[in-house]
Nanobody, 126 residues
Framework: QVQLVESGGGLVQAGGSLRLTCAAS????????MGWFRQAPGKEREFVAR????????YYADSVKGRFTISGDNAKNTVYLQMNSLKPEDTAVYFC???????????????????WGQGTQVTVSS
């Protein structure tokens, strides 16, 4: 089975930066897209960013646009999330996700992804 493992989370002050990494392990597979979601206690899991390997198309939630950058290595099924100008409202558990089949252009809904990591905590203090 495919496993996704996130790393790079931590505690930072508002205005700081973090870089998250998601790497796949387990059986070899070819992802169509990989993305990041986040979830705060008591809230729904929300879309953050994704990269569709074909064309290198990226898409961001309005709340992080201009501050976060998603990138990766398709051959390695590895994705990164560079987070700059962090705000307290960015505090959440960040999850990596991968979709194996071709799909919609947006790919911003959790249900559109096949595999998930366990999450990494990001805490931004004021």
């Amino acid at each position: 089975q495919v496993q996704l493992v996130e790393s790079g989370g931590g505690l930072v002050q508002a205005g700081g930066s973090l870089r998250l990494t998601c790497a796949a392990s387990g059986r070899t597979f070819s992802s169509y897209a990989m993305g990041w979601f986040r979830q705060a206690p008591g809230k729904e899991r929300e879309f953050v960013a994704r990269i569709r390997w074909i064309g290198g198309s990226t898409y961001y939630a309005d709340s992080v646009k201009g501050r976060f950058t998603i990138s990766g290595d398709n051959a390695k099924n590895t994705v990164y999330l560079q987070m700059n100008s962090l705000k307290p409202e960015d505090t959440a558990v960040y999850f990596c996700a991968a979709r194996e089949r071709l799909g919609t252009r947006s790919l911003s809904a959790p249900g559109e992804y096949d595999y998930w990591g366990q999450g990494t905590q990001v805490t931004v203090s004021s």
